[in-house]
């Protein structure tokens, strides 16, 4: 098993108000997971590798980025940034010879804004972003683990990868109550399903993609001090 990373980055202020920055970065991994069964009647142990959990994975990400945050008067500020990301990854399953490949490019967002309208009294702030979520390695070995005699778990290699977009607008009054709407928009969503295969046996924790989905929150947050420096409630 290996895993390096290299980054270069360069940052720039032009004015105490205002920053740049932009910069690229490289990560790779791999992973070996070489797990052998034996068996033994009479010495010496036999490998048995079609039993065997022999999973290699591999993964290249390479990304670059450029932000920049600026405070245009003693109203408004904000922070712009874009980040592009490719990903390489590739795997193979000794066991029953099941081999996966794919790559994928995403372009991640973020725009950050600030109203400060009346100092300490009242704020606005928006918040757009987007985030990714690959799935996780174990979740991806296509080798079956029994679990009982007629129940075994089993990966997804092909699952999608989780992206999660966002738009958080809320409001600060008096420095004290925050009241915010949060709405969220994701695609690639996987879940674990349970059913039975074509001899009967129950397969559990293949996860396979359920969509997507939106959802949206009110929020409503304070914080108080009952009894100063020893009791506070939010």
Not at 103 to 124: C, G, M, V
Not at 161 to 170: A, G
Request: hydrophobic letters at 30%.
């Amino acid at each position: 098993n290996f895993g390096y990373q290299m980054k270069v980055r360069y940052a720039k202020k032009y004015t105490t108000e205002s920053k740049l920055e932009f910069g690229v970065q490289f990560n790779k991994s791999r992973i070996s997971n070489g797990l052998v069964q034996e068996f033994n009647l009479t010495a010496p142990l036999e490998p048995l590798f079609d039993n065997s959990n022999h999973f290699i994975y591999s993964e290249a990400t390479g990304a670059g980025y450029i932000t920049y945050d600026c405070t245009w008067n003693s109203v408004i500020s904000s922070k712009l940034g874009l980040r592009g990301e490719y990903t390489e990854i590739d795997g193979k399953q000794r066991a029953n010879g099941d081999e996966f490949g794919k790559n994928d490019f995403y372009l991640i967002p973020q725009l950050s804004f600030t109203f400060d309208i009346e100092k300490n009294k009242h704020a606005l702030s928006l918040d757009l972003s987007r985030f990714i979520v690959r799935p996780y390695y174990n979740t991806l070995n296509p080798f079956k683990v029994w679990t009982s005699e007629n129940t075994y778990s089993v990966g997804n290699p092909y699952q999608s990868t989780l992206v999660s977009n966002n738009i958080d607008l809320s409001y600060t009054l008096l420095n004290k109550y925050i009241f915010s709407v949060y709405y969220s928009y994701d695609t690639g969503l996987n879940d674990e399903y349970s059913f039975p295969d074509e001899e009967n046996i129950t397969v559990s924790s293949w996860t396979k993609d359920s969509g997507k989905s939106h959802s949206l929150t009110l929020c409503f947050n304070t914080n108080h001090s009952l009894i100063k420096n020893i009791w506070d409630i939010s």
